[in-house]
């Protein structure tokens, strides 16, 4: 599956958010080692890389196109990026902080992964994770009714997630009190307000959609949209803002895990 740099950095607001919220519960004052996982376009790993300047901060992705992007514009004297499929990479035994923002809804069985990471990680070193907890939302499950749906069934049948593509806040509590970590885990519904037309459609194209598109010729991509802005647009109906804007509500669960190892 491709990812589009360019479309995911739209919204950068609203996405960015939770990134900050997630990585502000991290009080490590001087970490030798950073990884974000999942790093994406980069804006983010540089931030750490500011915040712990005297830290060698890398940025790993499994997207070429995400880590290309990354390396023409982030830069800072201690900032790396790489190309990494986190299903088979492991953190080196000096990581000191371990961040994966919006990353590991993606694979399945990420959850034995974590213990694989919290396990090989050493006292003293920080584990933060943050990921979408809205796959029964609206947006996820028309986008699988209409994938399920007799038009499209042929084609589309098990390319989406599903709604336990992540765990609920215990699942996550549990992991990390049993690897020994002390623990902060919570969720938060963010309630964003989005501008402009089919906004919810905008929004997944730079991410949830992805697999349809992988999976789709470009025309029959077009059909598909079509057909789930209009589920959506009743689901999430546009209302005027106070200038004559249309605006969108489109309430965002996200569940966040900060934990350091004793
Ligand atoms: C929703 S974006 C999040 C990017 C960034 N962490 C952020 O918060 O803006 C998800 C990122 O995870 C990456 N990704 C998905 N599966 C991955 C894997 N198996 N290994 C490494 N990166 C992966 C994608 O390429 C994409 O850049």
Not at 157 to 162: A, E, K, N, P
Request: hydrophobic content about 40%; proline content about 8%.
């Amino acid at each position: 599956m491709k990812w589009d740099p360019e479309k995911y950095v739209q919204f950068a607001d609203h996405r960015d958010r939770p990134f900050f919220d997630l990585t502000s519960r991290i009080v490590s004052d001087a970490p030798g080692l950073v990884v974000d996982l999942g790093c994406g376009p980069g804006p983010l790993t540089r931030s750490l890389a500011e915040r712990w300047h005297e830290a060698r901060v890398i940025g790993l992705d499994s997207s070429a196109e995400m880590i290309e992007k990354a390396r023409a514009h982030q830069h800072a004297p201690n900032l790396s990026f790489d190309l990494a499929d986190a299903q088979s990479w492991m953190p080196e035994p000096d990581t000191d902080v371990l961040v994966s923002n919006a990353m590991l809804q993606w694979i399945p069985g990420h959850r034995e992964l974590m213990v694989k990471w919290l396990t090989a990680l050493r006292p003293g070193a920080w584990f933060a994770v943050q990921v979408p907890g809205n796959f029964s939302s609206p947006s996820h499950a028309l986008m699988r009714e209409l994938a399920d749906s007799p038009r499209w069934a042929a084609q589309l049948s098990g390319v989406l997630r599903h709604d336990d593509a992540v765990g609920e806040p215990e699942d996550y509590l549990k992991i990390l009190l049993s690897a020994g970590f002390e623990t902060d885990v919570w969720e938060t519904t963010y309630g964003q307000v989005l501008e402009g037309r089919d906004p919810v459609l905008e929004w997944v194209r730079g991410t949830a959609l992805r697999p349809i598109f992988a999976k789709l010729s470009p025309e029959k991509s077009a059909d598909y949209e079509h057909e789930y802005a209009q589920l959506v647009s009743r689901a999430y109906p546009p209302f005027s803002g106070p200038a004559g804007q249309c605006l969108t509500m489109f309430p965002f669960r996200r569940i966040f895990m900060v934990g350091r190892k004793l």
